[in-house]
DNA sequence: TTACGCTATGTAATAGTATAACATTACAGT
DNA sequence: ACTGTAATGTTATACTATTACATAGCGTAA
């Protein structure tokens, strides 16, 4: 449920942690992208926040609410924003981006019905990939 | 996507965290749990952490990942245990628990057609409750 | 130009959340 | 009694996030 609008310029800042995001295989916690961006001089943990903060709000970056890490988000610019759903493997760690009108839908009629004025939703699935499983 | 069995006996010590639990009117976190409960005796964040665990493995009390909180379950004992779902209201704090069969069934296919083993969803939704929209 | 407002930034300190490690106790089953 | 398992107590520490305050850049109206 982001408010994105069209493709917004970045700050030095907000780039860099943008792309640690993007180079990495799978979601960072903000103290892991701090450690990432030190070679570029980053310092502080509010460094990271504060881009984090801009980019999630752009779009650009999720929150993974159930591991307090971040990734980016996986569709392209200016992609139908459908709040995204999230299944994290337990396993490797990685994630899938998966955004189900019927579900948000459902999500929208539950909250019409309960007269709860909805600005954000928060979707996680938690269990082993494809890839993870033995059998 | 509890994995409770029929009412289990509590220990002291989750007998308190869930009586707390059950006193206060919205979700509390560890550490105020742990402010309710000096006066038995609790000293360390590890008791709260401890009996938490258990709870919620019993389905007596549910995590909230987006406010790092817990609440005790609001269903009564042995009843249908759809995964639940939240709406948290961001102004009065106030905890709605339901449990919507389409919703989680969306899900669990979602995950059947992606081969995801799916052990566990978190579903939250933010905003305002009704009691809290001026208009 | 200067003055103002707004956004972004830098830095240090602190608050809030969660777990590791180790010692001890309780109790059921053999 | 011995063993295995679960619960507990306690200290220390790790991890996550924000407050507070100082500084810098930039656009715009006077």
Chains 1, 2 share one sequence.
């Not at 295989?25 to 504060?50: C, H, I």
């Not at 493997?89 to 579900?103: K, N, Q």
């Not at 954000?120 to 890839?131: F, H, K, N, S």
């Amino acid at each position: 449920m982001s408010v994105a609008g069209k493709a917004p310029e970045l700050t030095r800042n907000q780039a860099l942690v943008h792309g640690a995001l993007v180079r990495a295989d799978g979601p960072l916690s903000a103290y892991e992208v701090l450690d990432r961006l030190r070679e570029q001089g980053f310092k502080a943990p509010l460094q990271v926040y504060r881009a984090l903060d801009k980019l999630v709000a752009f779009g650009l970056v999720h929150r993974l609410e159930s591991l307090n890490a971040f990734v980016a988000c996986s569709h392209a610019e200016g992609e139908t924003e459908e709040p995204a759903a999230f299944a994290i493997c337990d396993s490797c760690g990685g994630v899938t981006e998966f955004a189900d009108a019927r579900i948000t839908g459902d999500l929208k009629a539950w909250a019409e019905t309960d007269r709860f004025s909805l600005t954000g939703m928060t979707i996680e699935l938690r269990g082993l990939c494809a890839a993870c499983q033995t059998g």
